[in-house]
């Protein structure tokens, strides 16, 4: 004998099966999937702020300083935002970083006596 069951699945749709345990409850249907709107502009952020994108040839410094050492690349990274941020204070962290270079590499001559 068949007796009509019926349930409520997860969502509160009330379906009416017979036999649910041998046939599978037919599923309420779905919402065709939109296609989602383009995101807006990506606001700067602490990884991409605008004095290292205000260069005027449009080129952000991470561009350029990626190939270079730690040190050359920090002191083209504060020459190329010293306009826009911090002025002086920016190209004296430069010579700073190409001091520290430069001393670097005269330690590594005299460790291999050139």
């Not at 099966?17 to 990506?42: G, I, M, T, V």
């Not at 605008?50 to 040839?57: G, I, V």
């Not at 083209?76 to 002086?88: M, P, T």
């Not at 330690?107 to 050139?114: D, F, N, S, T």
């Amino acid at each position: 004998m068949t007796v009509p069951v019926k349930a409520t699945v997860a969502i509160g749709v009330k379906m009416s099966c017979e036999n649910w345990w041998h046939k599978p409850c037919p599923r309420p249907s779905q919402p065709e999937p939109q296609a989602l709107p383009e995101p807006p502009e990506p606001a700067p952020t602490p990884v991409t702020p605008s004095h290292y994108r205000q260069h005027p040839s449009g080129i952000q410094a991470i561009t350029i300083t990626e190939g270079f050492s730690f040190n050359l690349g920090n002191v083209v990274k504060y020459v190329w935002r010293s306009d826009h941020k911090n002025g002086i204070e920016d190209l004296e962290k430069a010579l700073w970083y190409l001091a520290r270079e430069i001393d670097r590499r005269k330690a590594q001559l005299k460790e291999e006596g050139k």
